[in-house]
């Protein structure tokens, strides 16, 4: 991994859960790190369920080691929210780099404009 290739900007957010004055489940996001990353686009795909269209995109990230990135955990990547799906992999097993498998899920009505 090369410095150069680590060009793009990524918040590393873990999720609180907690109860509103209701009783109802919460989830808020709180950013805990802002890292230099690669994230590169690796597929798209789309599914029916109901008369929801769920359509994603898949991201491959490599950036620096970080031992507190979990699979609940999600990355800010400009106006895109990414899902971490799958443990993060250390390459080598030299705790110098990671790669994150993340997809970004967007849902349409099927007939919509």
């Known amino acids: 991994m090369k410095i150069g290739d680590l060009r793009h900007r990524i918040e590393l957010q873990a999720p609180t859960d907690y109860q509103d004055e209701f009783g109802q489940p919460i989830r808020s996001w709180t ?6 990353a690669q994230v590169s686009a690796s597929g798209m795909g ?16 490599l950036c620096r080691y970080n031992a507190a990135i979990k699979t609940n955990h999600r990355i800010l990547f400009g106006e895109k929210v990414l899902n971490i799906f799958g443990p993060p992999r250390d390459l080598d097993g030299t ?19």
């Open 31 to 36: 950013t805990y790190a802002t890292v230099w």
């Open 46 to 61: 789309e599914s029916i369920s109901g008369a929801q269209l769920s359509a994603s995109e898949s991201y491959a990230i």
């Open 95 to 113: 705790r110098v780099a990671l790669l994150i498998g993340a997809t970004e899920n967007v849902a349409a009505e099927v007939g919509a404009p």
